[in-house]
């Protein structure tokens, strides 16, 4: 059985015997009830927090909190007002009311430097508040304690951000609704430390693709929301193909025409001081020695005899010269960055010149990736001579098949010279061993201790973002990087601006890369708890988290650029292409009109992706459609009748379900025997194809 295919049936249930399923001791798909711990009886409370009609609890900060401290609030009080149907607002130290306090909870957020509290408890004994010195930058503490006869739930991290994660996480998994089922939201007795594993995260915002270059200053403000909320910490945000140059000419060839884009260089440095109030650096980049940017400007300079199309030489020195001096202008100019990242020309291909095509050592190294890490090594000093706290990051590819850089031991060992932590190497999926001295592979960690991991978790089942983090913690990586390209591979809202990143399948992926690099070592079992937790509440129901996760996995089966997912949004109209306008020929009448003009060769590969896709349409409409419908009617009956949780996660489902109904019709099929049809068609006109 496929990772996939393990959440792709949920049990079919009529809608009327709902309730049972949310009795206790009920095991479905491997999720177990909490223990005592996660389900407080009435003495095993610390304290209720609120009630219906009475706001037991008040939200704390300090006085002219931080942007993220305030936030953190915000999310905290607005999740124990939905919960429990009371107003509670987020209050100032100094605005607190003074009397009556031992009768209300405080829920006191802060740093040791911004809370006296925390301070004193931070400086005491290890344990709850006095672990919070050994916590890093993004670690924190939730615990409940009584001072002076005053009850609190303090929130404490080193710094802003750490403090808005530590809310988020209590609003999901500490400050929970009364299991009894009275409406309270209560806390049970806490001290939890927690820290990622995973030290960076960092989202890749492929954002020339699609729709990406349109999304103006406050779309990609929204985006960012979203990813602080998974407590994102870093940005590549791709700007050097999209960047207006100062001192060269401009060649930006931006598909549709540059009146498409949505940003200027001004609005990348505000985008980057919001980054910043988010707690993230921001990184500017783009390709290096391709990709547009400074690889545009060839045609004026003697780097153009030794070109290919994909980009520029690296061994040519008027191309390194070209590149460092356009990357340098570009961090002059976006001053609001924190540096600049690099995805060089490797992935179009090697320059095939016979300069960078000389090999260096008897192992199979060239000349072109000891030219590469020469450029990187002079932009370095470069650029460190100017802004000595500039942070910079270099892609690794590694592809056997092609030989980009699978026989390049050469290229590693200048690699490994570099040891500064202003410097990260963004390895692709394949990169988990390197090759060494003497051509032997070797752990990435043996290069370098500053490794990041690039992945694409939105075409991953669950449990393979759990398995793909655990293996780059085991293995040293510093980071995960997780691709965002705005059109990704599994989308269902290519049109929607700006991307919703509070909707399925997103929503459910981001909640996973977050909590599996926190924690990789939990089990799916207890990430599922979690799940329960955040999306039902303690005692919720157990078959909507299976609906929750039946309809990611729906969504993105088959693989990252072959799915359910493009399939429907593909025979809808509604795939974007690179011109930021929804692809023709995508219907089977419109594709097969368009084949007419074609060659055999051209109509074979027509008719197989019209099969592949009329094929992956018919099992939807004969497997999924019985099953989306029971999920339809259980959120339904969950968004009338089920607990706050329950209802805002059936909505959320419900709309997915909505949205998948509105792309079956606009595919203009609507019984299996029109698919059959097709397909039967199809199969007719292949006989004509040399590639049948």
Not at 9 to 31: D, I, S, T, W
Not at 161 to 184: H, I, T, W
Not at 636 to 657: D, K, P, Q, V
Request: aromatic share 8%; net charge positive; charged share 20%.
């Amino acid at each position: 059985m496929s990772q996939h295919a393990r959440w792709t049936a949920p049990v079919l249930v009529p809608p009327g015997r709902l309730m049972r399923l949310c009795l206790p001791g009920l095991v479905l798909f491997g999720l177990y009830l909490p223990g005592p711990s996660s389900l407080p009886a009435a003495d095993d409370r610390f304290t209720i927090l609120a009630q219906p009609g009475d706001a037991r609890c008040l939200v704390v900060t300090p006085d002219q909190p931080a942007p993220m401290v305030s936030r953190g609030a915000t999310e905290l009080a607005r999740i124990i007002s939905r919960d429990s149907g009371v107003q509670v607002p987020p209050l100032e130290w100094s605005t607190r009311p003074h009397t009556a306090q031992p009768q209300k909870t405080i829920i006191l957020l802060g740093t040791p430097q911004t809370s006296p509290l925390i301070a004193q408890r931070a400086k005491g004994p290890s344990g709850g508040l006095g672990n919070l010195p050994l916590l890093g930058t993004d670690g924190y503490v939730l615990q409940t304690l009584t001072h002076h006869a005053q009850r609190y739930l303090v929130i404490a991290g080193n710094s802003p951000r750490a403090v808005y994660y530590g809310a988020v996480y209590a609003s999901e998994q500490v400050v929970l609704p009364d299991p009894s089922g009275s409406g309270a939201v209560v806390v049970a007795p806490t001290s939890l430390s927690r820290a990622p594993v995973m030290r960076e995260r960092a989202p890749y915002l492929l954002n020339f693709s699609g729709r990406g270059p349109e999304f103006e200053l406050e779309d990609w403000k929204v985006v960012l929301d979203g990813l602080a909320r998974e407590s994102h910490n870093r940005i590549y945000f791709w700007w050097q193909s999209l960047y207006k140059p100062r001192d060269f000419p401009d060649r930006r060839q931006l598909a549709g025409g540059i009146a498409r884009l949505g940003m200027t260089n001004d609005d990348v440095n505000r985008l980057a001081r919001y980054a910043h109030t988010l707690g993230m650096e921001f990184l500017i980049g783009g390709g290096a020695f391709s990709q547009g940017g400074a690889a545009s400007l060839v045609q004026d300079h003697p780097t153009t005899k030794a070109v290919k199309a994909v980009g520029m030489c690296p061994s040519h020195p008027t191309a390194q010269d070209l590149q460092i001096r356009f990357s340098l202008e570009m961090l002059e100019i976006v001053h609001e960055a924190d540096g600049v990242w690099f995805a060089p020309r490797d992935k179009d291909g090697e320059c095939h010149c016979d300069v960078c095509q000389r090999p260096v050592d008897e192992y199979g190294s060239k000349q072109y990736g000891q030219s590469e890490m020469t450029f990187l090594k002079n932009f370095c000093k470069a650029l460190w001579s100017r802004r000595p706290r500039a942070q910079v990051a270099w892609m690794v590819e590694l592809d056997k098949p092609r030989k980009m850089h699978s026989e390049d031991p050469a290229y590693f060992a200048r690699l490994r010279e570099i040891d500064d932590p202003r410097l990260h190497w963004i390895l692709r999926s394949s990169a988990w061993q390197l090759p060494g001295p003497g051509g032997n592979y070797l752990p990435a960690a043996y290069f370098s201790r500053n490794n990041i991991w690039l992945n694409k978790p939105y075409a991953s089942s669950l449990e393979t973002i759990r398995k793909d983090v655990l293996l780059a913690a085991q293995r040293g990586f510093l980071g995960y990087a997780s691709a965002f390209d705005v059109c990704f591979g599994v989308d269902y809202h290519g049109l929607s601006t700006p991307y919703p990143t509070d909707k399925l399948p997103y929503e459910l992926t981001s909640y996973a890369f977050r909590e599996f690099c926190w924690e990789p070592a939990q089990t799916m079992s207890q990430f599922r708890m979690r799940m329960r937790n955040r999306y039902c509440g303690p005692t919720g129901s157990l078959q909507l988290i299976d609906d929750l996760i039946f309809l990611r996995a729906f969504a993105i089966r088959g693989t990252w650029n072959q799915n359910t997912s493009n399939m429907l949004t593909r025979m809808a109209g509604e795939m974007v292409g690179s011109d930021g306008q929804p692809l023709a020929n995508t219907t089977v009448a419109s594709a097969l009109e368009a084949a007419k003009g074609d060659n055999k060769q051209g109509r074979a590969l027509t008719y197989a992706r019209l099969k592949r896709d009329l094929t992956m349409l018919r099992e939807v409409m004969t497997r999924d459609l019985p099953l989306l419908k029971q999920v339809q009617n259980r959120c339904r009956e969950f968004a009338a009748i089920g607990s706050s949780r329950e209802m805002n996660t059936a909505r959320m489902c419900l709309e997915f379900i909505d949205h998948t109904h509105r792309l079956l019709r606009k595919s203009r099929f609507r019984r299996v025997e029109e698919v059959d049809a097709a397909l039967a068609d199809l199969a007719a006109r292949s006989n004509d194809s040399p590639c049948r």
